[in-house]
């Protein structure tokens, strides 16, 4: 018997031994605690006198008994203890001596006992427990008690334990015997049925309720004083021993086990309720295990498989043993808290604690050692198994063989009632049984006489298992039925065996259904006689009866006719019946059809259309179908039609799989959703050669190869007897039977390789009991039999049942044993037999959830009855007890029960305990833990729980995984705060590792985690728990999106996980950059270089995607081969330029002779490849297909080389006679025109362009190249005709039209080509924009037009708006959506929220985009008004996301109304970079660390305005950010790097210089991105020339030059001189120049340098390696440049000889790129214009075009030749009013042109005249200024304001006074800051009176630009130092040095204060400081008086 049993049995002898033993009164007196301080009652000499005595006799007596000296040492007594010695019977006169003298001891000296044995009894104890030697005469009196007792307490346990033993040995014995005991059970089972009468229970009960309260108030109190302090020992001694994990300073700690979490949990208020698994454990019935497949199985849940349970995850017990050295210590326990208390509620332990308090740890360890070997010694005996007294054979007579001559089995008297017994029945079935069956199973009248007795109900089985066809012919004789004769047993019998016979009978005969139903038993049958219609070919129907052409007689026509050829020819019918109105009236005659006349009608206006989609959306819902009932047609159909959804969300969701597979018509899920590609798995799983031995088979595993290999399965499995039975000795895998006996083949009898005759010998079960595994065989395929011997024979099944695992026979036998009796109707009812058990509940009245039947079967244990029983009661009292215990005894109990489950547990741990207690209590501690987690608010103890008992919750959680919370430990994980994850998910295991990844995938969209969670676990997870278990990587697919560089980098090597890949390279697409550069580098490290380039030529598309992100450094080392093979995965990915360069060249380096194929492939990396390798497939069909490459390369806006155009593009006849190229050809030519130039433009002609103009409505033409085409054009292509969509096919070409022209078109050809002529590049010019939007504003109904007018909306001048601005809010519902510009976002508000004095929050969230125009005083109530955080937290969002720049005034204002609240902080993060940016440096230095990090996001996040800040506010903020962030020690690495984003190289040149050069090298391409001053550039200068990096310049390859690219413009001249000639061709030339502009028109150098920074030394390369600065070298022989060469270099970079030297014609077609060329000195425009006036004859002579294209170069023109030109197109003026380098006299001269030329006065200038003027309008004088028109300048002031006018002060005076003109703003005092904003540098016009009058409102307004052209007096008089403290920030930073150096110091600190506010100074702006004394002068005092005046006369 196992230790669980014994163990039981052995308590239960135990107490009914001292229950019954006899009993031996001790006189005492009533134990009280007497303190030190009383007084002694005796001496204390005589007392110790007497007590030695007493010592003496009891050593005496010791010897006596013992024949051996006892020895007072403690530990050698032990150690005698702990040998093995010879156990002897209890001597009951030597007890009774021990107890005599203890008696007469505590008689005599009770008082002096009292007062100072037991008052020292703690410290004795302590002391003898350390081993010490002199521990006063209560040590001795104690050691020699402890040892005289010793052996005889000892013998006690044994004695005991062997009558426990001895009285379970005989549980299995004879059949005498048995029945012994079955009559004893009997005897008090009929004892107790007697007693607990009715009358008696209510006696009881009623008992019971009196009693209860009284006995339990005083078990409570004596509960309280007799278990509290042992229950306070035991948990101090656990406390000692058990060391409970805790945090240690590095936050990590060690993982507890489940006793260490119990404990844990005791000292945390966690709620343990152990008390159901204490009962599980004690009073639970041994429930058998399944061992065949039936519903009640498969119901039970607590049941434990051989196969089911969760993994184990592997915890490190602690093991609690004798020998334990680590004690924790005393302050850790319960004794603190004892030692520290006023008042001792406990004084024992209190001592005890005082007593421990003085040792040592290492006696503190001897004492633990020494009471832990003591209650070892004594407990042993409990814990150990009884012996095997082996197994009795009883002796049994074998049956003897019936004869079959003798005259038992007379079959022929069975027919009458009564006559045959049920024994003999059997026997003759066993015996003779092919006689049985034909004399009994075939004559019904038999087996009906033969079932009316129950013992024979089995022979109606017996008989259709045997044959049930031959059965129902028998039975089922449906003509033989009459009503006396029928039964209604038969009838259900043939009911359900030959249904479709018996309903045939039923409805086709009228008297065999009265039969039927004459019986009421009968009237659940419910038969179908409704006959199905017959079918009906209804193509047959519908050609004969919609044959319209015969309708002649519309009478004749039926409307079930009609209604016929609707339903099935719906479209005939139409259009042969519908459309005939005559004929549809006619058919109205007949009033039956009036439906037909509106079908008809309906159906003409709605012709009937394919039947609609299947949506899938609607039925196939996957996420409800978990909760309800699917049709299984509806599972098909969402199969069929969503195959990838239906896999993902059935086949992948393991619940809603397995709900769905259990109904019959989906049992094709289990083949659809298994792996179709399952060869390789079954070749892994079913190795049916290692299944011949003894070997455990995982049951999945036998399911997989049954179902997908099922031939080898049943060959191998089925038809191996060997193996078969090795699998059934396995419980779990009985269900093989079954399916074995499937997979044979029909008709042989029995189940291959299982022989039942052989096996199922029951005869022999009476002396050897089978396995579980043999009862379910016969059981299965043997049943009859099985009936017969087992359940017929109650002794044989008594005898079975007897086994836990065997109990399910006596249940099935129940079924077939019950007895029957007859009803009235002549059925058979069965009558339950009577059950003790099951009784005794009723009339307790118990209602349990329990089911008695199993202890109410024949066989079934009676004492598994009373246990359960038992339980029961407990659990119906159990509530009333509680409610009755105070708080204090609930407390101590509960705390009792906890200790006692922990002391179980070291049990179970060190193997002396069988009673599964971690089994029983994993679901009471998983709900514990559940709850406290759910209510627990301190972190600091859950995360305690799931860091240091993560193991043990791991296990827990998979041992609950049935129940709802599964999820809980789970959810936990995702609610620990930031700053506590990563430790506390380092400690995960890798199992909740992995169930977290798994919720996090499923949920990731629910749990809105933020980013600073989701990176801190990504990092944790590819850090830590990555390289432990590199299986977790599948499941972190999602989240690698989330991961660092640094994260990727740490990833262990899985190159040649195939898996692994396959993810990688199915995200890595959309993945950052850094991160793809970050996995290349993280594959790379792992990779042989030479290794790789052997490798196959499959390489690249064997590794897939990632093989593109590899460092360039390791990418180089693949072969030209491997490349072009893996051309396409290459390709598919976006490589840099570096890996573009080198794949072109390796590839048309190395093969000569790629097929068009291979050539079409490379696409545009043939741009990259040397023209000359190109050059060698001229003539072949491969050379038209690198023209189409160049080309295309060309459209999307690459660059190449010159030649490259000029050798494989163009050829010579193109550029000699243009006018002979085919329309073809041009089209071909398109995106190359351009470079061509104006001169081959103006030779083609109309109809070679025509065909041509979808191709070069697409080229980016300048306006002069567009003005030529479109002139080219125009006589055949006409721009008036309304819907002719002529001016939006122009596209690009759109820029030449002339403004004249556009003034003459219709509004509404404007409007319709508007949206298209917005969107093309270069675009329309300013004067056209001007004319347009004219043109569209001056119409009353343009505020209906807001959608096609709004995409030239932010250039519409502020004057046409404010005119519409009520319209415009009334009529446009989208007002709110427009892009409007600062100034029209503040008219509209103004009148916005003119009856909205204060705004809501909603209100102005409403605005839109109009909230841009809020002025400051609006927006301060609006943050007084909330002044709380979320609400200013929304509308800083909606700040940050509006679609157009903040005015500076805005920003300002918010900062400074947002500053003054407490949470300012909080709101950085919301601010975005265009506000946070115009923080002012004294705030931002003072950001903690956690706020700098916030802008350092921000920043990245956007880095527009950081690029946009001056460059000294750029390094001061970096250079702070860096030291807040602790980034300036150490190597500048990759990570910190880009960390910083776009100010990574903002930092100073110190941190700079330590860049990390391994990461220097492998991201050169990358770091050309950012942004280098003149230091930074030079250090990168240094870095490329060192031998870690490249190595000296002049060992430099082609290959390092390509890596270097633009950083060689960053080397000095005199190194760039050491570069190798040979390397630094035109061609090389040419790209390094491209590769800068490229740079240049970028994201980053657009903003952050100035294009003349690296001129020189550009000009200086191309002029040094081209030959032109070398003394003594010969000229390179393209000393010439040809335009081509121009355009992708640099005009100016060439020397002017060369220029002057062209050809004409080359000249010609370069003028327009060499006159916009800004670089070039006087000197050098004068050559070129000379070389102009060669080409184009004198400047009289110059047509519009060669004016528009001489640029710069017009500036060299006399004022006479000036006076020349004819400047009477809007083109040529705009082009000269572009120019910003005339002289005064130069602009009056061309002004006065362009009146002469286009015959107008000055006031007959409209606004795109004076839009195209631009600086020319300073050309007028300040008279004739304020006769121009007022409203049309006002118009024309939104471009004019942008110009750096060169005006003088009293023109920008008339300017003002047109400005403010009645008709146009209005006077300046009116002026708000939107006009100020709008008429931006004029400004700086007004009077001195009027600038020094502004208020703050205009100030704002007042644009940068305007600020700096205030001459230095004038800004110094006319602006106080409180006016200069409104400037923002960029009015402040454009302030010149003249205009600072002007004001006063004053006036300086407001300005200082402006530039940098919030400093510690405070500054009194009356003229006195807190800082600095400062001291008006006179001269302030008389100026103060005249500006009163000036006021007060104003």
Request: proline share 5%; hydrophobic share 40%.
């Amino acid at each position: 018997m196992h230790h669980g049993g014994c163990l039981k049995l052995l308590m239960l002898s135990s107490i009914l031994g001292f229950a019954c033993g006899d009993s031996r009164k001790v006189t005492s007196s009533p134990r009280t605690i007497i303190r030190p301080s009383e007084k002694k009652s005796r001496s204390e000499d005589e007392f110790e006198r007497n007590i030695k005595v007493l010592i003496e006799n009891i050593r005496s007596l010791s010897k006596e008994e013992q024949g051996e000296e006892a020895t007072p040492n403690l530990h050698q007594s032990m150690s005698r203890m702990s040998a093995p010695i010879e156990r002897i019977a209890v001597d009951s006169t030597n007890l009774a001596t021990y107890l005599t003298i203890f008696n007469s001891l505590f008689s005599i000296y009770q008082p002096a006992l009292i007062d100072s044995f037991i008052e020292t009894l703690p410290q004795t104890l302590i002391c003898i427990l350390v081993d010490r030697q002199h521990c006063g005469w209560q040590g001795d009196l104690t050691s020699i008690v402890l040892s005289a007792l010793n052996e005889q307490v000892l013998s006690v346990f044994p004695s005991v334990k062997a009558e426990a033993c001895m009285s379970t040995s005989n549980l299995r014995m004879a059949d005498s015997t048995m029945a012994q005991l079955n009559s004893l059970q009997e005897m008090l089972m009929n004892v107790l049925s007697s007693v607990l009468s009715d009358n008696f229970l209510a006696l009881w009960n009623r008992f019971m309720d009196m009693a209860i309260p009284p006995v339990m108030s005083f078990m409570s109190d004596f509960m309280l004083s007799a278990l509290q302090t042992p229950v306070d020992f035991l948990n101090l001694g656990l406390q000692l021993g058990i060391d409970t994990p805790t945090l240690d300073k590095s936050e990590k700690c060690q993982q507890g086990d489940l006793k260490q979490l119990i404990m844990w949990g005791m000292n945390h208020n966690v709620s343990w309720s152990f008390g159901q698994s204490l009962l599980d454990m004690f009073l639970a019935p041994e429930t058998p295990p399944c061992v065949f497949p039936s519903p009640e199985c498969q119901a039970t849940g607590s049941i434990e498989l051989g196969r089911s349970g969760p993994p184990s995850v592997n915890i490190q017990s602690f093991s609690l043993t004798c020998e334990q050295q680590s004690l924790n210590q005393l302050n850790e326990t319960l004794c603190a808290a004892f030692l520290g208390a006023t008042s001792q509620e406990s004084y024992v332990l209190y001592q005890m604690c005082r007593a421990l308090g003085t040792l040592s740890q290492t006696e503190m360890t001897k004492v633990w050692r020494n009471v832990c070997h003591k209650i070892k010694n004594i407990s042993l005996p409990f814990i150990e198994p009884c012996s095997d007294p082996g197994i009795a054979q009883s002796s049994r007579i074998a049956q003897s063989t019936l004869s079959l001559s003798e005259p038992l089995c007379d079959y022929q008297n069975w027919t009458i009632a009564d006559a045959v017994d049920p024994a003999l029945v059997t026997m003759c079935s066993e015996n003779d049984r092919a006689t049985f069956i034909l004399a009994v199973c075939t004559n019904a009248e038999a087996v009906q006489v033969l079932v009316r007795n129950p013992s024979n109900a089995w022979v109606w089985e017996f008989c259709i298992n045997v044959s049930d066809t031959y059965i129902v012919n028998l039975y089922c004789s449906y003509n033989m039925w009459t009503a006396e004769t029928i039964d209604p047993s038969i009838v259900t019998f043939c009911w359900y065996n030959d249904m479709e016979r018996f309903q045939f009978f039923l409805c086709d005969s009228m008297p065999f259904f009265m039969v039927v139903f004459s019986s009421e038993e009968n009237n659940w049958l419910n038969p179908n006689c409704s006959q199905p219609p017959s079918q009906i070919d209804i193509n047959s129907l519908v050609d004969e009866s919609c044959k319209y052409s015969e309708w002649k007689n519309v009478r004749a026509i039926s409307p079930e006719q009609i209604s016929v050829c609707i339903q099935n020819d719906e479209v005939r019918f139409i259009n042969d019946v519908c459309v005939n109105q005559t004929f549809v009236t006619e058919l109205l005659l007949n009033s039956a059809n009036a439906w037909v006349e509106q079908y008809c009608t309906y159906s003409v206006r709605n012709p009937p259309t394919s039947p609609p989609p299947l949506s899938i959306e609607v039925w196939c819902i996957y996420s409800t179908w978990i909760n309800v009932s699917v049709d299984p047609s509806v599972v098909a159909l969402c199969r069929q039609y969503d195959q990838i959804g239906f896999h993902q969300n059935v086949c992948c969701n393991i619940p809603l799989y397995d709900k769905l597979s259990l109904h019959v018509d989906n049992q094709w899920l289990i083949r659809e959703c298994s792996d179709n590609d399952t060869t390789n798995v079954l070749e892994q799983v079913c190795v049916y050669s290692d299944w011949s031995q003894p070997t455990f088979v995982d049951m999945t595993d036998l399911a997989l190869c049954a179902d997908l290999d099922t031939e080898n399965f049943t060959r191998n499995v089925c038809a191996n007897a060997t193996v078969l039975q090795n699998l059934l000795a396995n419980l779990d895998n009985t269900w093989l039977l079954e399916q074995c006996l499937n997979l044979t083949a029909p008709g042989r009898g029995s189940l291959i390789g299982v022989r039942l005759a052989e096996q199922c010998q029951y005869s022999s079960w009476a002396l050897v009991l089978p396995d579980a595994a043999l009862l379910a065989l016969c059981w299965d395929y043997d049943q009859a039999n099985f009936i017969s011997f087992v359940c017929g024979d109650s002794s044989m099944l008594t005898h079975i049942t007897r086994e836990p695992s065997s109990l399910w026979v006596g249940t099935l036998c129940a079924t077939y044993t019950s007895p029957r009796t007859p009803s009235v109707s002549g059925s058979n009812e069965t009558t339950p037999q009577p059950c003790l058990t099951r009784e005794l509940a009723k009339k307790l009245n118990w209602t349990c959830n329990t089911d008695f039947s199993t202890f109410c079967q024949p066989g079934a244990s009676q004492v598994q009855g009373l246990r359960v029983l038992l339980r029961c009661g407990i659990k119906i009292i159990q509530p009333r007890m509680e409610n009755l215990m105070t708080t204090r005894v609930t407390s101590m109990v509960k705390q009792a029960t906890s200790l006692w489950v922990v002391l179980l547990l070291a049990l179970e741990e060190n193997s002396l305990t069988s009673l599964r207690v971690t089994e029983n209590i994993q679901l009471s501690v998983f709900d514990s833990i559940v709850i406290y987690m759910d209510n627990e608010t301190n972190f600091d103890n859950k995360r305690v729980l799931l860091q240091c008992f993560g193991k043990v919750l791991t296990s827990l959680m998979q041992t609950g995984r049935d129940v709802p919370t599964n999820f809980f430990l789970i959810k936990e994980y995702f609610r620990i705060p930031l700053s506590h994850l990563r430790s506390v998910l380092s400690a995960a295991d890798s199992i909740i590792v992995r169930e977290i990844l798994l919720y996090c995938n499923r949920n990731y969209a629910t749990l809105q985690l933020t980013d600073d969670y989701l990176h801190t676990m990504v990092s944790v997870l590819f850090q830590i728990h990555l390289p432990r278990d590199i299986s977790l990587f599948p499941e972190m697919g999602l989240l690698l999106a989330l991961a660092t560089p640094s994260d990727i980098l740490s990833m262990p090597p899985l190159q040649n996980n195939i898996n692994a890949l396959s993810i990688i390279n199915f995200s890595i697409k959309n993945l950052s950059l850094e991160q793809q550069q970050a996995f290349g580098r993280w594959f790379g490290q792992s990779m042989s270089l030479p290794n790789m380039t052997a490798s196959s030529l499959s390489f690249i598309r064997d590794t897939g995607n990632l093989i593109a992100y590899l460092p360039f450094q390791s990418f180089q080392f693949l072969s030209p081969a491997q490349l072009l093979d893996g051309l396409d995965v290459l390709q598919s990915n976006p490589l840099g330029l570096f890996k573009q360069q080198f794949i072109a060249q390796s590839i048309t380096g190395t093969f000569g002779n790629l097929t068009v194929d291979q050539i079409r492939r490379l696409g545009n990396l043939s741009c990259l490849a040397h023209p000359s390798q190109l050059m060698a497939y001229a003539g072949t069909d491969a050379f038209s297909v690198i023209q189409d490459n160049i080309r295309t390369c060309v459209v999307q806006g690459f660059s190449v080389p010159s030649n490259m155009i000029s050798s494989l593009i163009l050829k010579s006849s193109d550029l000699q006679s243009p006018s002979s190229l085919t329309p073809q050809r041009v089209s071909e030519l398109g995106p190359f025109l351009p470079l061509l130039g104006s001169s081959v433009l103006q030779q083609l002609t109309s109809a070679q362009l025509m065909p041509a103009l979808r191709t070069l409505a697409s080229v980016p033409f300048t306006p002069v190249q567009a003005r030529i085409i479109f002139d080219k054009i125009s006589a055949n292509f006409s721009l008036v005709l309304p819907g002719s969509e002529h001016l939006s096919r122009l596209g690009s070409l759109v820029s030449g039209v002339k403004v004249e022209t556009l003034w003459t078109l219709p509004t509404d050809v404007l409007l319709e080509a508007l949206s298209s002529m917005s969107l093309q590049t270069p675009g329309l010019t300013p004067p056209q924009v001007n004319t347009i939007i004219s043109k569209l504003w001056g119409s009353s109904s343009v505020s209906q037009w807001m959608d096609r007018v709004n995409p030239l909306l932010s250039s519409t001048p502020l004057l046409s708006v404010i005119t519409q601005v009520p319209q415009l809010l009334i009529r446009d519902t989208a007002v709110h959506t427009r892009l409007w510009n600062t100034q029209q976002a503040k008219a509209l508000f103004k009148q916005a929220v003119i009856s909205h004095p204060s705004l809501s929050l909603q209100q102005f969230l409403s605005l839109g985009t109009l909230a841009t125009g809020v002025n400051c005083l609006n927006l301060r109530r609006l943050f007084q008004n909330l002044a709380s955080l979320s609400p200013l937290r929304d509308i800083m969002t909606f700040l940050r996301e509006q679609p157009v720049p903040l005015h500076p005034s805005l920003k300002k204002c918010v900062i400074e109304e947002l500053y003054e609240f407490g949470f300012f902080s909080d709101l950085l993060g919301d601010l975005g970079s265009q506000i946070a940016l115009s923080l002012p440096l004294s705030t931002i230095k003072k950001f903690p660390q956690d706020k700098m990090d916030s802008l350092r996001k921000v920043i990245i996040q956007d880095p527009y305005y950081f690029l946009l800040l001056p460059s000294t506010k750029q390094a001061v903020l970096v250079d702070k950010m860096l030291q807040r962030l602790n980034m300036y020690t150490g190597l500048y690495t990759e990570e910190e790097f880009r960390s910083l984003g776009v100010m990574a190289t903002f930092v100073t040149d110190e941190m700079f210089w330590k860049l990390d050069r391994s990461f220097f090298v492998d991201g050169l391409e990358f770091l050309q991105r950012f942004c280098y001053n003149a230091n930074k550039r030079g250090l990168v200068a240094d870095m490329l020339q060192e031998n870690r990096t490249f190595g000296p310049v002049k060992n430099w390859t082609s290959e390092t030059l390509n890596q270097v690219d633009r950083f060689l413009f960053f080397l000095p001249k005199d190194t760039i001189q050491l570069i190798p000639l040979g390397l630094m061709s035109l061609e090389r030339i040419e790209r390094l120049f491209l590769s800068q502009q490229k740079w240049e028109r970028g994201e980053f150098g657009s903003l952050c340098q100035k294009p003349s920074e690296l001129f020189d030394k550009k000009q200086f390369v191309l002029q040094f390696f081209l030959g032109f600065l070398r003394i003594g070298r010969s000229p390179y022989t393209g000393l010439i440049p040809t335009c081509e060469s121009l355009h992708v270099t640099q005009p100016a970079a060439w020397t002017i000889d060369s220029l002057r030297n062209m050809p004409q014609a080359s000249f010609r077609r370069c003028l327009e790129l060499i006159g916009q060329d800004p670089f070039f000195i006087a000197f050098e425009l004068s050559v070129l214009l000379t070389k102009t006036k060669e080409v184009y004859g004198m400047p009289s002579s110059f047509n519009s075009s060669v004016i528009s294209q001489l640029g710069r170069i017009a500036t060299q023109l006399s004022l006479e030749e000036l006076g020349s030109l004819r400047l009477s197109e809007i083109q040529s003026i705009s082009a000269m009013g572009n120019l910003n380098t005339w002289t005064s006299r130069q602009l009056k001269s061309v002004f006065s042109t362009v009146l002469n030329s286009t015959r107008k006065t000055p006031s007959q200038l409209d606004s795109s005249t004076f839009v195209a003027l631009g600086h020319i309008v300073c050309g007028i004088d300040a008279p004739i200024m304020r006769i121009l028109n007022p409203v049309e300048f006002s118009k024309a002031v939104l471009w004019l304001g942008r110009l750096y006018l060169s005006c003088s002060e009293e023109q920008l005076q008339a300017l003002i006074g047109l400005l403010s003109h009645s008709l146009a703003f209005g006077p300046v005092s009116s002026w708000g800051s939107e006009v100020f904003i709008e008429i931006g540098a004029i400004a700086a016009g007004l009077p001195d009176i009027a600038m020094s009058a502004l208020v703050r409102e205009q100030i704002e307004g007042i644009t940068p630009l305007a600020i700096s052209l205030i001459p230095a007096g004038k800004f110094a008089v006319v602006f106080n130092q409180a006016q200069i403290r409104m400037f923002t920030y960029d009015q402040a930073i454009a302030v010149t040095e003249g205009q600072r150096s002007a004001l006063s110091p004053v006036q300086q600190t407001a300005l200082s204060m402006v530039l940098n506010p919030w400093e510690d100074k405070p500054v009194d702006f009356r003229g006195r400081s807190l800082g600095v004394a400062m001291h008006p002068c006179p001269f302030f005092y008389l100026s103060s008086i005249l500006i009163m005046l000036l006021f007060s006369l104003g």
